[in-house]
Nanobody, 123 residues
Framework: QVQLVESGGGSVQAGGSLRLSCTAA????????MGWFRRVPGKEREGVAS???????RYGDSVKGRFTISQDNIKNTLYLQMTSLKPEDTAMYYC?????????????????WGQGTQVTVSS
């Protein structure tokens, strides 16, 4: 069981930025395949960004060029830097790890999830 904890969510105006963080208790993130997802009530969970063990990143079409996934192995923290935020980015954001499908943006391929952090973007 990998326990993940997100932080950094909040309220921001359109055009602003936020940085989300994700830490793992008792696990080294550098050995895990990680992803960021988001969910809006009534909709399916959407893949935002993912990274494989080699540092390659993949992004959902709606966030390409605006969001950046990164990892600080010294701090054992995964980040999602979000810029040029839009009201449609409003959602609960989750970090997750997959045991077998590194780099995937399909939420069903992820095994362990954090509790989420809320991001609200106002126009």
């Amino acid at each position: 069981q990998v326990q993940l904890v997100e932080s950094g969510g909040g309220s921001v105006q359109a055009g602003g930025s936020l940085r989300l963080s994700c830490t793992a208790a008792e696990y080294t993130l550098s050995g895990l395949c990680m992803g960021w997802f988001r969910r809006v009530p009534g909709k399916e969970r959407e893949g935002v960004a993912s990274t494989d063990r080699y540092g390659s990143a993949r992004y959902g079409d709606s966030v390409k060029g605006r969001f950046t996934i990164s990892q600080d192995n010294i701090k054992n923290t995964l980040y999602l830097q979000m810029t040029s935020l839009k009201p449609e980015d409003t959602a609960m954001y989750y970090c997750a790890t997959t045991l077998s499908f590194c780099g995937s943006l399909f939420s069903t391929r992820y095994n362990f999830w954090g509790q989420g952090t809320q991001v609200t973007v106002s126009s």
